[in-house]
């Protein structure tokens, strides 16, 4: 892990995905769309603040762990499949970055600065909307590589507090 002034997350193994408030949108990280494929998480988007911008992941959750597998099994192109899985294998969505609020353009922001305007929003948001768990404690994060690893999670995220918001480029260090 880096040391110095980092935040450090969990690396959730799910679908990266973008959410876009208003006109609703859940886009993967190459901008394919998502929605379609989980549409039981059409009304928690609808919760966004009109010109919200969220970063997060998508997962599946099956008794304490991320499964995978259940979630890819959700790329299908039958309607009624999709329908069925949607409620056999609910998705969540995870929060870890806001580019955008309410119309402001949060990208040139601190990452600390972006997640505490992310803390304020996700207290508002209902099921299923999850925070990532932040720390700039190294010592913590240390010990979540290894708890959380039994959970499905693939490492520790880290990312320097005074970062700006980085698009189709890799600033953070995944461990």
């Known amino acids: 892990l880096p040391e110095g002034d980092w935040s450090y997350e969990p690396k959730w193994d799910g ?11 859940l886009d993967s990280r190459n901008h394919r769309p998502l929605l379609r ?3 039981e998480l059409e009304d928690p988007l609808r919760a966004l603040p ?12 099956q008794g304490d762990r ?55 929003l996700a207290a508002a948001l209902p099921d299923p909307w999850r925070l990532t768990p932040s720390t700039t404690d190294r010592e913590i994060a240390a010990r979540w590589f290894h708890e959380f690893e039994a959970a499905g999670c693939d ?21």
């Open 37 to 39: 494929y989980f549409p």
């Open 66 to 120: 991320l499964d995978f597998d259940a979630l890819q099994n959700r790329l299908h192109p039958a309607a009624t499949r999709v329908a069925r899985l949607s409620r056999e294998t609910p998705a969540s969505l995870v929060a870890f970055d806001l580019p955008a609020h309410r119309g402001e353009d949060l990208r040139p922001a601190p990452f600390a600065a972006r997640r505490a305007r992310l803390e304020t």
């Open 15 to 25: 679908f990266r995905s973008v959410a876009w408030s208003g006109d609703i949108r």
């Open 50 to 61: 009109a010109g919200t911008v969220v970063d997060g992941e998508v997962v599946v959750v």
């Open 155 to 175: 490492g520790i995220v880290a990312k320097r507090r005074d970062a700006a918001y980085a698009e189709c480029k890799r600033e953070m260090v995944k461990v």
